[in-house]
């Protein structure tokens, strides 16, 4: 099946510092890549859209500037969190959609998550 | 906007059967999907649905009104296992952006 890793998996960088987050598709290709965050006891809130070779699509209160979104290969999206704030500690996960013929249609498959901590 | 609403909490015998109940108002929809959360852990697939009734697979069993914006999921034969977070989910956006519910926090008890 789809397998979608994510490195780190856990982080912890002082206030101020920057952090680069990956996330690879291992066994398909993905032209388009997903980047959540969630809140300890909440649900996922989807922060942007990642598309191969073009820019990430940000959803709504999502600052493009401080949350930089890379997608230069069909395997590899990567999030940097940059000027990393103690409020920008979460859960952070990456999703990718699988081709059809490998699940079902729009089905996502997701990372194991990156645990950020700023201290 | 995307409102989706589920039970924040439930509790649950062990081998009984419980149903987390998830309504939704989306601007636009191309189907549904339950997710087990772990403590920690990201989201697993549990069921689709897109057309309206009832999937059954294995212990679990999804259903879907689009009449109604209403799904549920329905655990059957309670495990100590099953005791996660259930997370109802629409896809929108011309099935490029999935939304997430609010969450049901599950607990089975001995």
């Known amino acids: 099946g789809a397998v979608v890793s994510q490195h780190p998996s856990w982080v912890i960088c002082k206030s101020g510092t920057s952090v680069k987050i990956e996330c690879r598709s291992l066994?398909?290709?993905?032209?388009?890549m997903f980047w959540y965050r969630q809140f300890p006891k909440q649900s996922l809130m989807l922060m942007a859209t990642?598309?191969?070779?073009?820019?990430?699509?940000?959803e709504q209160g999502v600052e493009k500037d401080k949350f930089l979104i890379n997608h230069a290969s069909l395997t590899l999206s990567t999030l940097t969190v940059t000027s990393a704030h103690p409020e920008d500690s979460s859960f952070y996960i990456c999703?990718?959609?699988?081709?059809?013929?490998?699940?079902?249609?729009?089905?996502?498959?997701f990372g194991p998550g990156t645990r950020l901590t700023v201290t | 906007g995307q409102n989706i609403d589920q039970p924040t909490e439930m509790t649950a015998t062990e081998g009984a059967i419980v149903q987390i109940n998830c309504t939704y108002q989306?601007?636009?929809?191309?189907?549904l999907f339950w997710y087990q959360q772990h403590a920690g852990e990201a989201p697993t697939f549990l069921s689709y649905?897109?057309?309206?009734g009832l999937e059954e697979k294995g212990r679990f069993s999804s259903f879907l009104s689009r009449s109604k914006g209403y799904s549920y999921l329905l655990l059957k034969e309670l495990q100590m296992k099953d005791s996660a977070s259930y997370l109802c989910?629409?896809?929108?956006?011309?099935?490029?952006?999935?939304?997430f519910g609010t969450g049901t926090q599950l607990k089975v008890e001995l």
């Open positions: 999703s990718a959609r699988v081709p059809l013929g490998l699940a079902v249609s729009y089905e996502q498959y």
């Open positions: 649905n897109v057309l309206d």
């Open positions: 066994d398909f290709q993905a032209t388009t």
């Open positions: 989910a629409v896809i929108t956006g011309g099935g490029n952006k999935l939304t």
């Open positions: 989306t601007s636009g929809f191309n189907g």
């Open positions: 990642s598309n191969e070779g073009s820019k990430a699509t940000y």
